[in-house]
């Protein structure tokens, strides 16, 4: 067992924090409280998005403990993500967006035959257990959902620029605990979820930095499209579903802002 200092993490996280292992190698070493159960869904989805071209990192071997705490050995990723990056390039935000892009793009072309959630079921999940929508809302958000098509495609379910790692060899997607086999455009709409509900809710206070983030965004969205045209007006429609299912996730500050976004699918009928 290799000796390392639980002082040193390479990173620190809210379920895990990184360490060095092997030469080329990381460990994931996860809290106590993570579900071991989830710990293995991780290692069967980082094994079954590498196998398909993704690029992202490859888990190394089976679970191992380390001072009783659970772990995964990665391989190891040398980079900053994209958020630790572009905000101290701004000049360069149309690159940033357009290869952010790309990225998301490119691992839409990959189909998941891997053992994973559909991304219909956890909609269908998170919504029948959101408490702070009335039913009449989360009826219509259920009747939306059943209306739009399914996907075999690989949907990372957490898509922004702190998991994308930017290296000399080009940028790597990392976390890959939140993904399923789905509908790409369902997997758009929660970037746009995620980077405008940091800029209404208050998460981001940075005028600057909130500018940023809507330029940033609408560059993605330009892009994507140009790379698989079409969809932009289902795009929309997922948009509501992709808010009422975040209000599971439990940010308080994002709550009201989750709700009025979720409130559109009556507009859009």
């Known amino acids: 067992m290799n000796k390392i200092s639980l002082d040193t993490p390479l990173a620190r996280g809210r379920t895990a924090d990184v360490f060095e292992w092997e030469p080329g190698q990381a460990l994931k070493?996860?809290?106590?409280?993570?579900?071991?159960r989830d710990i293995e869904?991780?290692?069967?989805i980082g094994r079954a998005v590498h196998a398909s071209g993704v690029n992202a990192p490859d888990v190394i071997g089976e679970i191992v403990q380390v001072d009783s705490r659970n772990g995964l050995i990665y391989e190891r990723i040398d980079g900053r993500s994209m958020l630790e990056i572009a905000p101290h390039q701004p000049w360069k935000v149309f690159t940033f967006a357009k290869r952010f892009a790309t990225l998301h793009a490119q691992m839409h072309e990959h189909v998941f035959t891997a053992e994973v959630p559909t991304q219909?079921?956890?909609f269908e999940y998170r919504i029948q257990h959101v408490d702070v929508i009335s039913e009449s809302l989360?009826?219509?958000l259920l009747e939306r959902l059943a209306s739009l098509p399914d996907g075999e495609?690989?949907?990372h379910g957490d898509f922004h620029p702190a998991n994308v790692l930017v290296t000399r060899q080009g940028e790597a997607v990392i976390d890959w605990i939140d993904a399923s086999r789905g509908n790409p455009l369902a997997d758009v709409a929660r970037v746009t979820i995620i980077l405008i509900g940091a800029v209404e809710s208050g998460q981001i206070r940075n005028?600057?930095?909130?500018v940023f983030i809507r330029v940033f965004l609408s560059a993605y969205l330009k892009q994507y499209f140009r790379l698989r045209p079409g969809g932009e007006d289902e795009y929309q429609r997922w948009l509501p579903i992709v808010a009422a299912a975040r209000l599971s996730e439990g940010i308080k500050e994002l709550d009201t802002w989750l709700i009025q976004q979720a409130n559109l699918v009556y507009a859009q009928k």
Do not use: G, T, Y
């Not at 070493?29 to 071991?36: C, K, R, S, V």
């Not at 869904?41 to 069967?44: A, D, G, I, L, V």
């Open 153 to 155: 495609r690989i949907c």
């Open 120 to 122: 219909r079921s956890k």
């Open 41 to 44: 869904f991780e290692q069967r």
């Open 207 to 210: 005028p600057f930095e909130k």
């Open 138 to 140: 989360r009826a219509a």
């Open 29 to 36: 070493l996860f809290h106590n409280w993570f579900p071991l």
